[in-house]
């Protein structure tokens, strides 16, 4: 049992917007940034957003929201080469811990 | 250009030892955090462990506690992580990762990762 929780699959198609979540509480998401990661075909993971911020070389279709003790990715405009699985992230102050959540596998239809 | 290398993964028995290491360039080492991330075969992404900058704090899952130990040497920009006692839980390839933040010494420090390494199999059968 994952500490963050994720959608286990989205699905959309080109062109669309679509947002993956990622709840927590208030030892997690609630106090700290959220790590966003995409994997694809379990290659290693790649940073696509960190907070609200956008890393360099990540297409600006990405981005990132939080309310609370939930975190949000959206991609706007949904692209073929965005079929992934995304993971979110943060530290726990209660665990003194990184947590994951379990993750999402998008699929582009 | 930010650049994480793991090496020393490989076949080990159960009980058995194995020690990882990430030699790091492009930045300033000391200045970040570094944790290890795992993935078994089919799963999700599970942290294992991080230090500090300076190397004088470090945390571990539970499920590592007290058989692997996480470290670094700055003057060598390299990451380690000593595995004993492993067990066929342990399979899986391990990642090491940048924090995305300067270390500052607050807990906020180890709240995401902004560049990976390619990874390292480990696998524990016998």
């Known amino acids: 049992q994952s500490a963050l929780t994720q959608e286990a699959s989205v699905s959309g198609t080109v062109g669309q917007k679509v947002t993956l979540s990622c709840t927590g509480n208030?030892?997690?998401?609630?106090?700290?940034?959220v790590g966003w990661y995409q994997q694809i075909s379990h290659g290693a993971p790649k940073t696509v957003m960190f907070g609200n911020s956008l890393p360099s070389g990540i297409p600006d279709r990405f981005s990132g929201s939080k309310s609370g003790t939930t975190a949000s990715l959206t991609i706007s405009g949904l692209q073929p080469e965005d079929e992934a699985d995304y993971y979110c992230?943060?530290?726990?102050?209660?665990?003194?811990?990184?947590?994951f959540g379990g993750g999402t596998k998008l699929t582009v239809l | 250009e930010v650049q994480l290398l793991e090496s020393g993964g490989g076949l080990v028995q159960p009980g058995g030892s194995l020690r990882l290491s990430c030699a790091a360039s492009g930045f300033t080492f000391s200045s970040y955090a570094m944790s290890w991330v795992r993935q078994a075969p089919g799963k999700g992404l599970e942290w294992v462990s991080a230090?500090?900058?300076?190397?004088?704090?470090?945390y571990y899952a539970d499920s590592v506690k007290g058989r692997f130990t996480i470290s670094r040497d700055n003057s060598k920009n390299t990451l380690y992580l000593q595995m004993n006692s492993l067990r066929a839980e342990d399979t899986a390839v391990y990642y090491c990762a940048k924090a995305g933040v300067v270390d500052s010494g607050y807990s906020y420090s180890y709240s995401y990762f902004d560049y990976w390494g390619q990874g390292t199999l480990v696998t524990v059968s016998s």
């Open positions: 992230s943060t530290w726990d102050y209660s665990l003194s811990a990184v947590v």
């Open positions: 208030s030892n997690n998401i609630g106090s700290y940034a």
């Open positions: 230090i500090s900058g300076s190397g004088g704090s470090t």
